[in-house]
């Protein structure tokens, strides 16, 4: 079963920084749109945002525009999100998402995931 993994969550200040990674050890991911996504207590899982396989077209979420980047480096079969200005609503359970095709923030469109990173922002 293909599966991602993802790292770089944490405790973070509010206003801190994080970079998460997501890799996969079995297969390529520049065959793959990644997505990355989180849940909350309570809530349900939401697309974050998203990244073609060439990495020429992302998407975001309105709430991280401006404070998210999502990038790749196929060379290295790692998708990442980096996460500036974090706030304490960005508390969540992250975890990315493979699919065929273009990239996009529904989450029943992807078939592949990981098993999620904790980021915590607290002061």
């Known amino acids: 079963q293909l599966q991602l993994v993802e790292s770089g969550g944490g405790l973070v200040h509010p206003g801190g920084s994080l970079r998460l990674s997501c890799a996969a050890s079995?297969?390529?991911?520049?065959?793959?749109?990644i997505g990355w996504f989180r849940q909350a207590p309570g809530k349900e899982r939401e697309g974050v945002s998203s990244?073609?396989?060439?990495?020429?077209?992302?998407n975001y979420v309105d709430s991280v525009k401006g404070r998210f980047t999502i990038s790749r480096d196929n060379a290295k079969n790692t998708v990442y999100l980096q996460m500036n200005n974090l706030k304490p609503e960005d508390t969540a359970v992250y975890y990315c998402?493979?699919?065929?095709?273009?990239?996009?923030?529904?989450?029943?469109?992807?078939?592949?995931w990981g098993q999620g990173t904790q980021v915590t922002v607290s002061s």
């Open positions: 079995e297969f390529t991911l520049d065959n793959y749109a």
């Open positions: 998402a493979g699919r065929v095709g273009f990239g996009a923030l529904g989450v029943q469109m992807y078939d592949i």
């Open positions: 990244i073609s396989r060439s990495g020429k077209a992302t």
